[in-house]
């Protein structure tokens, strides 16, 4: 039986993708893996069309997702709808303002344009900062906080990802005290950075064997 329709990753929001777009769920299991509740500042150096910002801005801000999409299982018989209604209401009571500040950049003016109309799609434009900036050159917001990033892999983009790779490694030394979680694919790039992950969890990104590379304090 499907109960959801759609598949999950689709929240209901992004309308417009970049050149290699990222899906929703597994930038929130990136924001997991990297420990981002909200509570503390949030850092995507190389956002690019701004799913891993969207998404961080919608657990800090404790939006449930896909809160307003529907689900397949409305039209099942049986389906108690003003159930369905209690539980979204009850979900969308917890929003709230985020404590502390979301930080998104990106060098390519074309990629921040997508993020930014991303991000009023998902109506949380006004809970990022975004901003035109080159990894090695962003001044993070006051930390210790956390950093989730998806850098370019040279496989669907190839455009200077040596050099992307280790702007992020500039960026990652000035951030001590803080969670990061990097997603690299399984070609050895990590190793432009001058810091070793304390741990390495296998995953797929579009069929493309990956690495989750976690940094801790």
Request: hydrophobic share 50%.
């Amino acid at each position: 039986m499907d109960a959801a329709g759609a598949p999950l990753y689709r929240r209901g929001w992004r309308a417009r993708i970049g050149a290699a777009p990222l899906r929703e769920t597994l930038a929130a299991g990136l924001l997991a893996v990297a420990g981002h509740d909200g509570e503390a500042p949030f850092l995507d150096p190389m956002c690019g069309s701004g799913t891993i910002a969207v998404e961080a801005a919608l657990i800090a801000a404790r939006r449930a997702p896909g809160l307003g999409r529907s689900f397949a299982f409305e039209a099942l018989p049986g389906h108690d709808a003003a159930r369905t209604e209690r539980l979204r209401a009850g979900l969308a009571a917890r929003a709230r303002t985020p404590p502390a500040p979301i930080h998104a950049s990106d060098r390519n003016a074309g990629a921040l344009r997508l993020a930014r109309k991303n991000a009023e799609a998902a109506g949380v434009a006004d809970l990022v900062r975004f901003a035109r900036e080159d990894a090695a050159a962003v001044v993070p917001p006051p930390g210790p906080g956390v950093l989730a990033v998806n850098p370019p892999y040279g496989v669907r983009l190839d455009d200077e990802v040596s050099a992307a790779w280790r702007a992020l490694g500039a960026l990652l030394v000035r951030l001590p005290g803080w969670r990061a979680a990097v997603l690299a694919p399984d070609r050895g790039l990590e190793r432009l950075l001058p810091l070793a992950p304390a741990t390495l969890l296998p995953v797929s990104n579009g069929g493309i064997r990956c690495r989750v590379l976690c940094y801790r304090p």
